[in-house]
């Protein structure tokens, strides 16, 4: 079976109740690929009013979410919660969150494995700094990023591995189609050797870092992408043209 197409928007802590709403009207009204699933991620506070706005078919995620059912955790939102907020998905292990507020793998592997248990899908991101890329040690790192995870979670098909070098979100300094593939692919034998060979051949690898409308058909057309995780662009109406990156 082929890997449906999927692409995610992450808005990071970008928008107001006015540019959510009007992201999401844009997006009710825009002709997408039904052939491609899109999933949005704005920040917490506007989850419930991106899910109340958009049109069914089109699923929000949350950007993060905390591995414990309920309680005293300030500041920390659980799966339960999402759920029952119809907030279907959650983005795990962003470089921003690995880096910024210091998340080890192991820590981002208990949240996918309490997300997974919970019932909601994740976007799991992975990737190298320019300095690793640098020292060759890209499928080194992005692999073990992986199989910290794959420790807590044996079943994959409800996580979509994001591959996000570092040195490419957010300086306009994508990936080529040939760098990406080659990691893509590589993290496809991996999910093949330490998760199996359905997860091998069913688990969507996206890329993210500097997604355009301008490079995004090129990087589809590779045999082992199977979509983006968008940020600066999630917020524009190009976005659309990232959604349908496949289809024309
Ligand atoms: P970017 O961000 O598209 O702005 O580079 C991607 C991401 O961080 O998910």
Redesign the pocket.
């Known amino acids: 079976m082929p890997r449906q197409f999927f692409v995610g928007g992450?808005f990071?802590m970008n928008g107001n109740i006015e540019t959510i709403k009007s992201i999401v009207a844009h997006l009710n009204d825009a002709k997408a690929d039904p052939n491609t699933e899109v999933v949005i991620a704005p920040p917490s506070l506007y989850l419930l009013l991106t899910r109340e706005h958009l049109r069914s078919g089109i699923e929000v995620a949350a950007q993060n979410v905390f591995d414990r059912p309920n309680g005293a955790f300030t500041g920390e939102i659980s799966v339960a919660q999402l759920k029952d907020s119809n907030i279907t998905w959650t983005l795990l292990g962003?470089?921003?969150r690995r880096v910024v507020l210091q998340e080890s793998d192991a820590f981002v592997a208990k949240k996918t494995a309490a997300a997974i248990d919970g019932g909601i899908g994740v976007i799991l991101?992975c990737g190298e700094t320019l300095e690793q890329r640098e020292a060759d040690k890209t499928i080194e790192i992005v692999t073990s990023q992986l199989a910290a995870v794959a420790k807590e979670v044996k079943d994959w098909s409800k996580i979509v591995v994001?591959y996000?070098p570092i040195w490419?979100?957010?300086?306009g300094k994508v990936a080529t189609a040939a760098q990406a593939q080659e990691v893509h692919a590589a993290i496809r034998k991996w999910l093949g050797e330490s998760v199996g060979s359905e997860a091998q051949e069913a688990t969507r690898v996206i890329y993210?870092?500097?997604?355009s409308e301008k490079n995004c058909k090129e990087l589809a057309g590779e045999k082992d992408i199977d979509g983006f995780?968008?940020?600066?662009?999630?917020l524009k109406p190009a976005f659309v043209d990232i959604i349908n990156a496949r289809s024309s």
């Open positions: 992450n990071k962003h470089s921003e991101c994001a996000e490419a979100i957010g300086t993210g870092g500097s997604v995780l968008v940020g600066g662009a999630s």
